[in-house]
Each structure stands twice: as structure tokens, then as C-alpha cells.
């Protein structure tokens, strides 16, 4: 029996644990859960994840959530490549250095951006708080560059780990907007094209199409469902 995965590609998180899975080859099955559509309030879902929210995972009758202890799963059960999660225990602190700050440290500036310059029907983002939410973006991109990126190298070292996973797709997310946070940015370019490099161009590309299209997705979204998510986007910007 294989291993599923239920994602949603919109999701940060669930990028990060399609890009271990694929590249690494694991037998996983992908069952790809809308939010948009409200699938993860179904009653089916909810036995898999009760918190109702995805990246989740079955193995046989082992359910979890969250995403970076499931790759840390999938690692130890494939006995994927060490350098993805490495057992020295020096690097594997590295890594878990970057995973404890990234919660807050990039991933609600990253999310918040793109909520702000999302413009939902009626309801124009606001300029001054837009700004801001760049500025703290930034500043977080800053110190991925100063602090966690090794010249030449990846966040855990000279090799990528699943800290490169969790950052890129953060760092990718303000594309939905239209925002290409690499501009002027030489090294963390750099270091996209080495994560790039890594995983594969065609792999990434697929991984990051439906966050590169979501801008128009929200124009397709009918009247009721733009109703639902309003007070959602609106209790972002107040």
C-alpha cells in the first residue's frame, strides 16, 4: 500500500513536501485536496486530518499533519539521501535552526504580501499597508541572506536539505501577487538557481505552476465563494 499525500499546490507547505517526494522518488500517491472548494471540511478528509488542514498524510492506517515533521517521516522511512535531514547533529541543528525561525520569521511576511495584493472583487488592497507588508518582507529576506545562506551553498551546508524546501516555496509565494522578490537580490538569486539546480527545473516549474496562476484563479471564484473568503482577506488588512 502506498503512502498518500493530500495537497492542495496553492499551499507553501504542501509544495515544499511534493518537491521531497517527487525528488526523491518515494511511492507516494498525491491526492490533490481544494481548498477553494472547501474539500477539506468533508467528512472523508477530516478522518485523515481532523484539524482539517493540508499538507496531510496516510500511511496505511498512520495519519499525521504538518508538513515538516512528514518529510522528517518520509526521510526516515525511505532512508532518503542524509543531506535532506542529516544525522550529524551539528548540520541536522543547522537545519532545524532555520525551520524554527521560519514560522514566523518569513512565512507570515510572505503570506501576508500576497494576501494584500491579491485584489478581491470590490475590495482594492490597501497601498500603506501593502508597503508595510513589503518592508517586513524585506527584512526577512535580509536575513536569509546574511544569517541562514551559505555563500555557494544551501541554508544546512554545501548540500540542500528540506530548510531549502521550506524557504523556497515561502520565498516564491509573492509571485502570486506579481512581486519578484529577487529583483536587485544577487545572492538570494544565486541561491534559487542552486536549489533550481537541485531538484530540477521541470520538477520545480510543475510544483510552483498553480502558485504562478493564482492571481487569475481569484477571478474565477463564483459570487458565494468570494462572500466566504472576504471577511477571511479583510481580518488581514485591518
Given at each position: 500500500m502506498?503512502?498518500?499525500?493530500?495537497?492542495?499546490?496553492i499551499s507553501q507547505p504542501?509544495?515544499?513536501?511534493?518537491?521531497?517526494?517527487?525528488?526523491?522518488?518515494?511511492?507516494?500517491?498525491?491526492?490533490?485536496?481544494?481548498l477553494k472548494n472547501g474539500e477539506q471540511h468533508t467528512e472523508k478528509?477530516?478522518?485523515?486530518n481532523p484539524l482539517r488542514k493540508v499538507p496531510a498524510l496516510k500511511d496505511g492506517d498512520?495519519?499525521?499533519?504538518?508538513?515538516?515533521?512528514?518529510?522528517?517521516?518520509?526521510?526516515e522511512k525511505f532512508n532518503t539521501p542524509d543531506h535532506w535531514f542529516p544525522k550529524d547533529l551539528q548540520k541536522r541543528a543547522r537545519v532545524n535552526e532555520y525551520l524554527s525561525w521560519q514560522h514566523l520569521g518569513i512565512r507570515m511576511h510572505g503570506a501576508e504580501g500576497v494576501h494584500l495584493g491579491e485584489r478581491m472583487p470590490g475590495e482594492p488592497a490597501a497601498a500603506d499597508k501593502m508597503a508595510r507588508a513589503m518592508e517586513d518582507l524585506?527584512?526577512?529576506?535580509?536575513?536569509?541572506?546574511?544569517?541562514?545562506?551559505?555563500?555557494?551553498?544551501?541554508?544546512?551546508g554545501e548540500q540542500i536539505s528540506i530548510a531549502d524546501l521550506v524557504a523556497?516555496?515561502?520565498?516564491?509565494?509573492?509571485?502570486?501577487?506579481?512581486?519578484?522578490?529577487f529583483q536587485g537580490r544577487a545572492k538570494l538569486s544565486a541561491w534559487k538557481e542552486r536549489v533550481v539546480q537541485a531538484v530540477g527545473k521541470e520538477l520545480f516549474d510543475e510544483a510552483h505552476k498553480t502558485i504562478l496562476s493564482a492571481k487569475d484563479s481569484v477571478k474565477q471564484l463564483d459570487s458565494s465563494k468570494v462572500e466566504y473568503f472576504r471577511p477571511r482577506v479583510l481580518?488581514?488588512?485591518s
Open positions: 502506498s503512502l498518500k499525500l493530500f495537497l492542495d499546490m504542501c509544495r515544499s513536501v511534493f518537491l521531497f517526494a517527487k525528488k526523491n522518488n518515494l511511492p507516494v500517491e498525491v491526492k490533490l485536496i481544494s478528509f477530516r478522518k485523515v498512520f495519519c499525521m499533519g504538518e508538513s515538516i515533521p512528514m518529510m522528517e517521516y518520509m526521510a524585506n527584512w526577512s529576506l535580509d536575513l536569509i541572506e546574511k544569517t541562514f545562506i551559505k555563500d555557494g551553498g544551501f541554508i544546512g523556497i516555496v515561502e520565498i516564491m509565494q509573492p509571485f502570486a501577487s506579481g512581486v519578484d522578490v481580518r488581514l488588512i
